[in-house]
């Protein structure tokens, strides 16, 4: 095991956002996806939000078990407004909803369920056997006919022996950052999560996303634990039938073990151009 970041090849810009205040953040180009250099992989704003979910009104003894976000139309690299309320708030749960713009337009949406925590003698139940062990250091990976100087860049992968990208899922791949989501700010396991959870599918590619439009339209991210460390585990497959959509399915692991689960819908169409 290295616990070292292996160096990528040239220069990354220090975060994925720098914060210009008053919600307003301006996204840095490690926040491209691998379809376009103008718009942002669902990852950083995902995180970008739960961390503006998270900070907002935070009560002792919650924490936030689930978040869902819906993605209206592609995120452009650009500079995003962040707003989050409290829709409902009792005694031990908490419902938040949140919204990011750019230019005015609504971009992306998301709510999250903030639980009060669990006993300390609550059992530790965890159906699936663990996660393989992180693999050794490996080079950079790429995925064809997509743009790699953005998010795939800004995160180290590893995969098990052989697989990558463009290895026919189901798939496995620890991730971590590179990078901080916000400059001069840390990351929490939360942030963390979301950062990655969005990659779940590309992790299980089973479907043909060159010669049809292959796209997920939202990401649930459930946490029946906080992650620990940076290194977080994928462990993806998809689920597609005739005439129906896809799901892509992600165990998500950290070095502790099992500690959530990722769940995207998949729009399964002709290549007529972005949905």
């Not at 990011?100 to 056997?129: F, M, N, Q, Y």
């Not at 049809?212 to 940076?230: K, M, S, W």
Request: charged share 20%.
């Amino acid at each position: 095991m290295n616990p070292e970041p292996v160096p990528f090849p040239g220069a990354l810009p220090p975060a994925f956002y720098h914060e210009l205040g008053e919600g307003r953040y301006e996204s840095t180009p490690a926040t491209a996806g691998p379809w376009s250099p103008k718009s942002q992989h669902a990852g950083p704003p995902s995180a970008l939000i739960g961390r503006a979910l998270e900070r907002h009104d935070p009560r002792p003894g919650l924490r936030i078990a689930r978040v869902t976000v819906e993605l209206l139309r592609p995120v452009p690299v650009t500079d995003l407004r962040v707003e989050v309320r409290t829709v409902r708030s009792g005694g031990s749960v908490e419902i938040l909803e949140g919204e990011i713009t750019a230019d005015g337009v609504p971009v992306l949406l998301a709510r999250a369920w903030r639980l009060v925590a669990s006993p300390g003698d609550t059992p530790v139940l965890r159906p699936l056997p663990p996660a393989p062990a992180l693999p050794g250091a490996q080079p950079p990976h790429t995925m064809a006919g997509a743009h790699l100087d953005g998010y795939i860049a800004a995160m180290e992968w590893r995969f098990e022996d052989g697989a990558g990208f463009d290895t026919l899922g189901p798939g496995t791949a620890w991730a971590r950052q590179r990078i901080p989501l916000v400059a001069g700010s840390p990351d929490s396991p939360l942030t963390r999560a979301l950062t990655v959870a969005d990659s779940s599918w590309a992790v299980g590619f089973e479907l043909d996303h060159h010669g049809n439009l292959v796209i997920n339209t939202d990401v649930t991210l459930a946490l029946h634990r906080d992650p620990v460390g940076e290194w977080l585990c994928l462990r993806s497959h998809t689920a597609a039938s005739p005439n129906g959509s896809g799901l892509a399915l992600g165990q998500l692991d950290d070095s502790a073990g099992s500690c959530g689960q990722v769940l995207q819908t998949l729009l399964v169409t002709e290549r007529r151009g972005r949905p």
